[in-house]
């Protein structure tokens, strides 16, 4: 069989750091061909060792002696502050505060600020500084022990970077391994290990309605725990940090939030994770109020979903019908005394859940992915060829179409991949702006498909799965040197395609019949 011209997933895939583009890792002595991603905002996967995690490129070490191994050496601190092998914040005095002399920050880049924290006498809260001991703006308290992490956004040029005392009063933090790094976590391809091997994964825009989607209790989006007492910190969540919320019933067991303004008659999907303790019964709804009268829109028994050694994501899909009001629960009937862990609640409009969004106060929006490439002619055959990909589909589509594209540029010219209605999908194409082949088959490409489109002069066939689905006889093709990009979409950036890509390769020969078999076998 003939190697691939073009081939960006084999299987593998990576993130190319210097440039921010996803790209495989190839054999066969192919050169790497890199997808131009583009998402203007932060998304999470789930990485290879199976924690939820936001995909994220990290700049060099800011901080010099963050660990304190050579005493205060690179920091400038004040009377009441003391380095030896760790760094302690005491006294009552209020301009108390360390501060690295090597970590300046840049107005307008963001920054991951890492370190551990232990508490060691009274209640009060320390505050990000500057070397001259002015609180950061935009920067959060630190009020946790424990191994932490922040992120935010310089509001101005820093020079130096430090904590302080944020409150009168007789208190004192012990700090240790403070580490600051530039973090760039937008415009970057997620490769998903959900189920094991590796994705590319294209999402659609969504919004987490969740304002707190880690932390539950007063003061949250989950503010009313009746018949319960909880935990915020307990043990490691999904993310692997130790920021997982126990619950354990004393009476109703319950975790829920306030009342909830909907969209009339929409779909909504809530998604949370979830791990037992030793739970006998506990269940998640969304009851509803506003319209035909109260009712439960969705009520599942999850105990028998969830273990107590792995984390479970448990996803309801409901639809609001004539109701306005809301109130969803993710822990209720707990069983007295029972115990139970949750982590990553997610709430967002849509007819399936996406990938997790984590939010820290405020609703977050994830915008769409987009995969395309450019200037590839030299890829690709415009008389004959095939394109073949492994991918499932995110979404059963009640309306519209889905594209994997190959064009120059115009839709007058292309040839593309589809799914459609009910799971539908087909193969076609544009010479000219007139339709040639045109392949429908009726079957479902929501689970992972292996699929080869083959084009040549009167010569076109789908295949799927070792099968082959259609044929079309009659069609005609392009010049030579036509067609010159791809894209997940089709060449005007509508009709998108969502899913999970493995493979997408581009053969510049028809392949024979017992190549194509074995090709998507």
């Given at each position: 069989m003939a190697n691939p011209s073009l081939q960006i997933g084999n299987g593998k895939w990576a993130i190319k750091e210097d440039s921010l583009l996803g790209y495989t890792e190839l054999g066969n002595n192919i050169a790497p061909v890199e997808i131009d991603m583009t998402r203007a905002t932060a998304g999470t996967r789930v990485n290879p060792q199976g924690l939820v995690e936001t995909v994220?490129?990290?700049?060099?070490?800011?901080?010099?002696?963050?660990?304190?191994?050579?005493?205060?050496?690179?920091?400038?601190?004040?009377?009441?502050?003391?380095?030896?092998?760790?760094?302690?914040?005491?006294?009552?005095?209020?301009?108390?505060?360390?501060?690295?002399?090597?970590?300046?920050?840049?107005?307008?880049?963001?920054?991951?600020i890492t370190l551990t924290a232990t508490r060691l006498t009274g209640t009060g809260l320390l505050a990000f500084t500057d070397n001259l001991g002015n609180n950061i703006t935009g920067t959060p308290l630190l009020d946790s022990d424990g191994e932490l992490t922040y992120y935010f956004t310089a509001q101005a040029d820093i020079t130096g970077f430090g904590f302080k005392r944020h409150n009168s009063g007789t208190y004192s933090w012990e700090l240790d391994n403070i580490s600051v790094k530039e973090s760039t976590k937008n415009n970057l391809a997620r490769v998903d290990y959900t189920g094991s091997t590796s994705s590319l994964l294209a999402e659609p825009q969504r919004t987490n309605l969740v304002?707190?989607?880690?932390?539950?209790?007063?003061?949250?989006?989950?503010?009313?725990?009746?018949?319960?007492?909880?935990?915020?910190?307990?043990?490691?969540?999904?993310?692997?940090?130790?920021?997982?919320t126990q619950i354990t019933s004393t009476g109703q067991?319950?975790?829920?939030?306030?009342?909830?303004?909907?969209?009339?008659?929409?779909?909504?999907?809530?998604?949370?994770?979830?791990?037992?303790?030793?739970?006998?019964?506990?269940?998640?709804?969304?009851?509803?109020?506003?319209?035909?009268?109260?009712?439960?829109?969705?009520?599942?028994?999850?105990?028998?979903?969830?273990?107590?050694?792995?984390?479970?994501?448990?996803?309801?899909?409901?639809?609001?019908?004539?109701?306005?009001?809301?109130?969803?629960?993710?822990?209720?009937?707990?069983?007295?005394?029972?115990?139970?862990?949750?982590w990553g609640a997610q709430l967002e409009v849509g007819s399936y859940a996406t990938s997790y969004i984590p939010t820290s106060g405020s609703t977050v929006t994830r915008v769409q992915d987009t995969f395309t490439k450019t200037g590839i002619s030299d890829k690709i055959n415009s008389e004959e060829g095939v394109l073949f990909l492994e991918a499932s589909a995110l979404e059963e589509l009640s309306s519209g179409n889905r594209h994997i594209s190959i064009s120059n540029g115009s839709t007058s010219n292309r040839l593309y991949f589809y799914y459609t209605q009910s799971g539908k999908f087909g193969f076609a194409s544009f010479v000219g702006?007139?339709?040639?082949?045109?392949?429908?088959?009726?079957?479902?490409?929501?689970?992972n498909s292996k699929i080869a489109c083959k084009w040549k002069l009167n010569d076109y066939s789908l295949w799927v799965n070792g099968v082959e689905v259609g044929t079309d006889t009659s069609a005609s093709v392009w010049s030579a040197d036509t067609l010159n990009q791809f894209a997940f979409a089709d060449p005007n950036a509508g009709s998108s395609f969502y899913g999970k890509v493995k493979q997408l390769q581009v053969f510049k020969t028809a392949l024979t019949d017992s190549e194509l078999a074995i090709l998507t076998t």
């Open positions: 994220e490129l990290l700049g060099s070490e800011l901080v010099t002696n963050g660990d304190f191994d050579n005493g205060a050496t690179d920091w400038t601190i004040t009377a009441g502050a003391t380095i030896t092998d760790v760094a302690t914040i005491s006294t009552t005095g209020s301009m108390v505060y360390i501060s690295s002399d090597t970590a300046n920050l840049v107005n307008g880049k963001s920054y991951k304002t707190y989607s880690e932390v539950y209790g007063a003061g949250t989006f989950f503010s009313s725990t009746v018949g319960s007492t909880i935990d915020n910190t307990t043990s490691t969540s999904p993310s692997g940090d130790s920021n997982a067991g319950k975790i829920q939030s306030g009342a909830l303004s909907l969209t009339q008659n929409t779909d909504y999907v809530l998604s949370f994770y979830a791990k037992n303790v030793d739970a006998t019964l506990v269940s998640s709804r969304v009851l509803a109020t506003g319209g035909s009268g109260g009712s439960n829109l969705t009520s599942v028994n999850y105990q028998s979903e969830i273990s107590t050694t792995e984390w479970t994501r448990i996803t309801h899909i409901f639809n609001t019908g004539t109701n306005t009001t809301c109130f969803v629960y993710l822990s209720s009937n707990l069983n007295i005394g029972g115990t139970l862990q949750l702006g007139v339709l040639q082949g045109f392949i429908n088959y009726n079957g479902v490409i929501l689970n």
